[in-house]
């Protein structure tokens, strides 16, 4: 095959490739222009373009503590996820692997049950009596906990039986090391990547979570979502501000891990 001919199907597939990422983007950047649009109704381009959505947004004194009350939820889910999920997942693959079938069955149980269903049976166990959580960020936490295991569950175990778990552990405990001495200097840093992978898709998923927040909780304990729910009958171009200050915060977000995770290796 001459060098012409192996060009066109290579061409053909960034065509294919570079047309679907612009019908995908499309919509994004028609929220963006809608966003720093003044008004548009009757025309192809915006009659104008401005900040003030986005300085009416950033200086909404209930936008910015939705914000950071979806971090906080979010965030001590994660930690949650990860104090315990580490450790099982060392103990099920070195000690006992036969439970690995056993605990793919129960890490996708939260999908099993509507979050609608777990959310009234939620309501009716903790609503009142000494663990009334109804209301509070701890019962998000719990909840966004159970809704992160499959993703945690999934990326580190592949990482795990990528990295050979027994040989790596045999090796340095042969030099000296002591089984925590080897999990936490020799296992752990092997698992950076697989982790990193995880607590984005997990954060990106939860940081966007609406049935959970809306019905445990609400404005008792406004996150994000419930904050644009709550804004849904305002101005376009202010929702629009804050779709797409969401996205580029989840962008940077995702960027920021990619590039600390690149300067590592």
């Known amino acids: 095959m001459s060098r012409a001919e192996h060009n066109v199907p290579s061409l053909y597939h960034r065509v294919v490739v570079w047309l679907l990422f612009l019908i995908l ?17 009757a025309s192809i381009l915006p009659s104008g373009l401005t900040f003030k959505w986005y300085l009416q947004l950033w200086g909404d004194p209930r936008f910015l503590q939705a ?20 450790p099982l997942l060392f103990v099920v693959h070195y000690h006992f692997p036969r439970l690995d079938a056993l605990m793919n069955i129960l890490i996708l149980l939260p999908f099993a049950v509507p979050p609608v269903v777990s959310s009234v049976g939620l309501l009716n166990l903790y609503g009142s009596g ?11 936490i719990g909840c966004y906990f159970t809704v992160a295991l499959p993703f945690m569950y999934r990326a580190i175990t592949n990482n795990l039986q990528a990295i050979n778990l027994r040989d790596l ?6 030099l000296g090391a002591s089984t925590f001495q080897a999990a936490f200097l020799v296992v752990l840093p092997n698992l950076r990547k697989g982790l990193m992978i995880a607590l984005l898709l997990s954060f990106s998923f939860l940081f966007g ?18 904050y644009l729910n709550n ?17 580029f915060f989840v962008l940077l977000l995702t960027w920021g891990a990619n590039r600390l995770n690149k300067d590592k290796d």
């Open 25 to 41: 983007l499309l919509p994004l950047a028609g929220t963006l222009l809608y966003s720093f649009a003044t008004s548009w109704s």
């Open 67 to 86: 914000f950071a009350q979806s971090l906080v939820v979010c965030v001590g889910a994660l930690v949650l996820s990860v104090l315990l999920i580490l």
């Open 130 to 140: 000494p663990l009334a959580m109804v209301g509070t960020p701890w019962i998000l």
């Open 169 to 174: 552990m045999d090796a340095a405990q042969l």
């Open 209 to 226: 979570e609406f049935v959970f927040a809306n019905l445990l909780v609400g404005t008792r304990y406004e996150t994000l979502q419930v």
């Open 231 to 247: 804004m849904r009958n305002s101005s376009g171009h202010f929702n629009s501000a804050l779709v797409i200050s969401y996205f």
